[in-house]
Nanobody, 119 residues
Framework: QVQLVESGGGLVPPGGSLRLSCAAS????????MGWYRQAPGKGRELVAT???????IYADSVKGRFTISRDNAKHTVYLQMNTLKPEDTAVFYC?????????????WGNGTLVTVSS
């Protein structure tokens, strides 16, 4: 079993910054991709950004140029630096990881951390 612990959410004014962190622990053979998704009130869950073990990144168009995803493979941790935050970024942000082994691949989700952008 794998556990994900997220941190860094909170209330920030428009134009502000936040940094989210997500640390994975437990039965980890190898982690392939890691990433962040979000779900705004009344909307479905959407991809924010992902990063592979090799450092290849994918961003949603709405966050390109404002958010940066990174990871520390030794610590099994993924980060999301969010700058120039907008009210429409308000959402619960969920960490996601793909844990692989010689025989299978499993996906895990964090419990979510709330980001509120408001003055």
């Amino acid at each position: 079993q794998v556990q994900l612990v997220e941190s860094g959410g909170g209330l920030v004014p428009p134009g502000g910054s936040l940094r989210l962190s997500c640390a994975a622990s437990g039965s980890i053979f190898s982690i392939n991709a890691m990433g962040w998704y979000r779900q705004a009130p009344g909307k479905g869950r959407e991809l924010v950004a992902t990063i592979t073990s090799g450092g290849t990144t994918i961003y949603a168009d709405s966050v390109k140029g404002r958010f940066t995803i990174s990871r520390d493979n030794a610590k099994h941790t993924v980060y999301l630096q969010m700058n120039t935050l907008k009210p429409e970024d308000t959402a619960v942000f969920y960490c996601w990881v793909e844990v692989t082994s010689p025989i299978d691949s499993m996906h895990y989700w964090g419990n979510g951390t709330l980001v509120t952008v408001s003055s």
